[in-house]
């Protein structure tokens, strides 16, 4: 999602216990993936998924799932195996995977340790992790070739993994590079079982586009972290892409285009300063400085979920006091110190509404917003580049979406960039969330209940813009 910051789930860290000796000596022996399930006293089964594998830059990671939960691709920080005793550490929690693997290569006998707690979490090889298949999945790839490619960054020496779709039976064909949203995105920008960009790519790579996606630089079998990245470390990352395509002898040079979603919207207008392109396709993309879009996210959001009208004006004005807290204090210490003592300083009505309403896992998190890469992303404003593009730019959101306000953020983005002057167009979709599915609310909890992946209309959207540039 744009701008707001991704939940994370905490998984607690395996402990494996004692086992036969004489089993893996290297990460090459078991390497693959994982399937356990855990019984949380008093509460459900977890089925916890870990993969290793070698990534981009030959580095052995890895990626720990909780499938139940519908969450995969977390960050793994370090993957190692020493005298038989495999050690997985996740790159942004306190969390780690630690043990001695089984003679036969195939079974750990693990505990899951949280705190004083520790269950027990057999672990067996399998051929993959399950998963929830959405319908628009693409499954029939004919008319393509699906290849798994590395892109080296070489302005800051990371080397990212991603998959390039390309036409069969065609010389050259047009480019489009596909870049999601904030937060830690695997290539496929997967959320809840839907893999939007798999099926964005299978779309148009059967109607003759080449189409980049690639998992973000610490995420999945990109090297590099993501958790200390700013945005113009995701800028050369997708300037490196860039090269690769117009570099592929498969590839028309002059006839590239960048589809952003939400925070990649931003970056693909960063991006058209930098290097030439064809067009710009904005998915739900800010148009309005980042204070102002989190302002209004902190109401719309909370409407979606049901609060009324007369709520809205003590949400923005907790909101305001809460950002400004951030912008004013100098130390990431006493800026969480501050932000604490504003939620417990609450009286009255604005307590009650804040309480009901605000869902403190995103950007009202005063530990996420504490952080100075935070406080440097909320003093940024998307206009400042949009007013630099001179090329024509798509502009699509959807009319349900509660994260970045269509009506607000297109007229913003389309005045930015001189109205129509390079032939620029606009289109908001009826009932489409900021995922662009067909919604009732818009509701961000509403996402993963939806079976529909990205509405059909947009993607012939997508596609008759595309097709002007032929």
């Known amino acids: 999602m744009p701008i707001k910051a991704i939940k994370v789930i905490w998984i607690a860290a395996l402990l494996l216990a004692v086992a036969p000796a004489i089993a893996a000596e290297t990460l090459d022996d078991i390497k693959g993936s994982w399937l356990g399930t855990m019984q949380i006293p008093n509460g459900p089964e977890l089925r916890i998924g870990v993969e290793i594998f070698r990534k981009a830059d030959n580095s052995w990671g890895g990626n720990v799932a909780s499938l139940d939960q519908d969450t995969r691709y977390i960050p793994v920080g370090s993957v190692t195996l020493a005298d038989n005793q495999l050690e997985l550490t996740l790159a942004a929690a306190p969390i780690s ?14 505990l899951f340790h949280q705190g004083d707690n520790s269950f027990d979490l057999p672990l067996v090889k399998v051929g993959y992790l399950p998963e929830t298949v959405r319908s628009q999945t693409p499954i029939d790839i004919s008319g393509y070739k699906a290849l798994d490619l590395v892109v080296d960054n070489k302005r800051d020496k990371i080397w990212l993994a991603g998959t390039l779709t390309l036409p069969t039976g065609k010389d050259q064909v047009p480019g489009v590079l596909l870049i999601a949203g904030s937060g830690p995105n695997h290539r496929d920008s997967y959320f809840s079982g839907h893999r939007t960009f798999k099926v964005m790519a299978d779309y148009l790579s059967k109607r003759g586009y080449a189409v980049l996606r690639m998992d973000k630089r610490g995420v999945y ?13 995701f800028v050369n990352d997708n300037l490196a892409a860039l090269e690769f395509l117009k570099n592929h002898e498969n590839i028309q040079a002059n006839n590239i285009h960048v589809i952003g979603h939400s925070e990649g919207s931003l970056l693909a207008s960063m991006l058209a300063t930098q290097t030439e392109l064809s067009s710009i396709i904005s998915m739900g993309g800010p148009g309005m400085s980042i204070y102002d879009i989190l302002v209004l996210q902190d109401q719309t959001e909370p409407a979606a979920r049901g609060a009324p009208e007369n709520t809205l004006p003590y949400l923005r004005s907790f909101s305001e006091k809460f950002y ?16 604490n003592t504003l939620y417990e300083n609450l009286q009255g009505t604005e307590k009650e509404v804040v309480n009901k309403w605000v869902e403190r896992t995103g950007t009202l998190n005063p530990e996420f917003a ?9 003093q940024d404003n998307p206009l400042t580049y949009w007013t630099r593009v001179q090329l024509p730019v798509l502009i699509l959101n959807g009319e349900k979406d509660s994260q970045v306000s269509a009506i607000e953020n297109v007229s913003g983005i389309h005045a930015a960039i001189g109205g129509g002057k390079y032939g620029s167009s606009t289109h908001i979709f009826p009932g489409l969330n900021h995922r662009f599915q067909t919604a009732k609310t818009g509701d961000v909890n509403e ?24």
């Not at 990431?332 to 501050?338: D, M, V």
């Not at 079976?451 to 595309?466: C, F, H, P, Q, R």
């Open 97 to 110: 995977i630690t043990g001695t693997v089984n003679s036969d290569n195939r079974q750990i006998s693990a």
């Open 221 to 233: 079998k990109s090297s590099g972290e993501f958790h200390t990245a700013e945005i113009k470390d």
């Open 324 to 339: 400004d807290t951030v912008l004013k204090e100098l130390s990431e210490e006493s800026r969480l110190q501050a932000l």
């Open 370 to 378: 504490a952080q100075e890469t935070f406080k440097t992303h909320l």
């Open 447 to 470: 996402y993963a209940l939806i079976e529909e992946t990205i509405s059909m209309n947009v993607l012939e959207a997508i596609e008759k813009w595309l097709g002007k540039f032929e």
